[in-house]
């Protein structure tokens, strides 16, 4: 199966230019992608054109990640409905370096003739004479040609800067600096790019006599309407600093089965064969949510690492009653923060815990667990009490420091469902 048609069967074919197909036929071509470093890690939104990149290089071409250093200054006002913050050198810096490893993470850099490559685009533009640039390149593509582009035309009643408006001649130079330099003959991105990526195949016309070709992928949305790639506390991020593992992996997890059977054609790498099986073996048994476990598995062991994913999967078993005091303890403290967040809290002293703290005083009168001695007594009594995911039924047990949690908390569960963080400070 050839590229374009493995594309659309996975549905990532949005736009495609006449005689692509054609054109990728001929051997190994040579085809990018850029990314904007508008911050220092990468979201699940932009791992659709990632993995375009993937199943591009998969299907025997050269992919080359294009990220933008230069016109990351700039901005790019595709999508957008006011003029973004520019960014000033250190944070580019930054940011062009979380993007890089993560992307290192889903290309293979060494592997032969179609090796991936990155490219900065602040190396080509860092020594351009701006007169050059205008004279040389701005002449070929005329203001009623970019005016015409939607991404302009969004924009121009509410105002748009100069610089905003430039953008796609530098994009459309990106191109033509690859094609002449890396012999790059071909762009992928998102549908909202389609006329910046034009934009650069129409510069390669005008400028050189040569063509380019290109081809973008739908934006991807939830069945219910809704943004794909955020939560309700905000983006889903690649860095575990800003999104860990466990919430990474429960996004995945908590994905409807219509937006499962999506997902997994755009992010897994598996064969049509092998995808549609699990398609079916999920249909017979949607309960089980096969679909949704393998797409978590996949991606969060490639984000993150497959030690990643297991843990996420003990951290959702402990929120189930299906841990174990030691599962419990493994946790790093930000997992155990995000599986518990939400749940009641409450304080209590370093300096008591060190002393040791009777069970009924520890739930009624430090931390106000259970409302009475008595209810306490009761529940301790029936067996209703656990403490970090043990039970405990005496009354004379003591709460100590060997009981904390990552030397600062202590989980306390009432019934199969009823939660209570207490934080020792």
Do not use: V, W
């Given at each position: 199966m050839d590229f374009v048609e493995e594309l659309k069967w996975r549905g990532m074919v949005h736009d495609v230019m006449p005689e692509t197909e054609e054109h990728l036929s001929k051997g190994i071509t040579t085809g990018y992608v850029g990314f904007d470093p508008t911050s220092s890690s990468l979201t699940v939104g932009n791992l659709v054109p990632v993995m375009l990149l993937v199943h591009f290089q998969n299907a025997g071409h050269k992919p080359v990640a294009l990220v933008g250093g230069a016109t990351g200054m700039i901005g790019?006002?595709?999508g957008k409905d006011e003029e973004r913050k520019l960014l000033d050198n250190k944070t580019l810096e930054e940011n062009l370096s979380g993007i890089e490893s993560q992307l290192r993470k889903f290309l293979n850099f060494d592997c032969g003739e179609n090796a991936a490559e990155l490219t900065n685009n602040i190396d080509f533009y860092k020594e351009m004479d701006m007169f050059d640039f205008f004279r040389?390149?701005?002449k070929h593509l005329t203001v009623s040609y970019m005016i015409a582009k939607d991404s302009v035309k969004?924009?121009?009643e509410g105002?748009?800067?100069?610089?905003?408006?430039a953008y796609q001649l530098f994009q459309g130079y990106d191109f033509l600096w690859l094609y002449e330099n890396k012999n790059c003959t071909f762009q992928m991105g998102g549908s909202d790019q389609w006329g910046n990526i034009t934009s650069g195949t129409e510069l390669i016309r005008r400028k050189t006599g040569g063509k380019a070709y290109a081809l973008t992928c739908p934006l991807l949305t939830k069945s219910d309407g809704s943004k794909f790639g955020k939560s309700e506390e905000g983006n889903i991020w690649l860095d575990p600093n800003q999104t860990t593992p466990y919430k990474f992996c429960q996004y995945w997890l908590n994905c409807s089965d219509?937006?499962?059977?999506k997902y997994i054609r755009i992010f897994s790498t598996r064969g049509k064969e092998e995808i549609e099986a699990l398609e079916k073996e999920?249909?017979?048994a949607p309960h089980l949510r096969s679909l949704q476990k393998e797409l978590a598995k996949e991606i969060t062991i490639r984000v993150h690492s497959e030690e990643d994913h297991n843990m996420a999967i003990k951290a959702s078993e402990l929120l189930f009653g299906k841990g174990t005091t030691d599962s419990l303890k493994d946790l790093p403290e930000a997992t155990l923060l995000d599986i518990f967040e939400g749940v009641p809290r409450s304080q209590i002293s370093k300096g008591e815990i060190d002393k040791g703290v009777g069970i009924i005083d520890f739930l009624v009168g430090k931390t106000a667990v259970l409302p009475s001695n008595g209810e306490a007594r009761r529940m301790l009594?029936?067996?209703g009490i656990s403490i970090n995911k043990s039970k405990v039924k005496e009354e004379d047990f003591q709460i100590e420091a060997k009981d904390l949690l990552n030397n600062k908390y202590i989980l306390v569960q009432k019934g199969k469902k009823n939660y209570h963080l207490v934080i020792v400070d």
């Open positions: 790019d006002p595709s040389d390149i701005g969004s924009r121009l105002g748009m800067s100069f610089t905003e408006f219509n937006d499962a059977s999920h249909q017979a009594k029936g067996g």
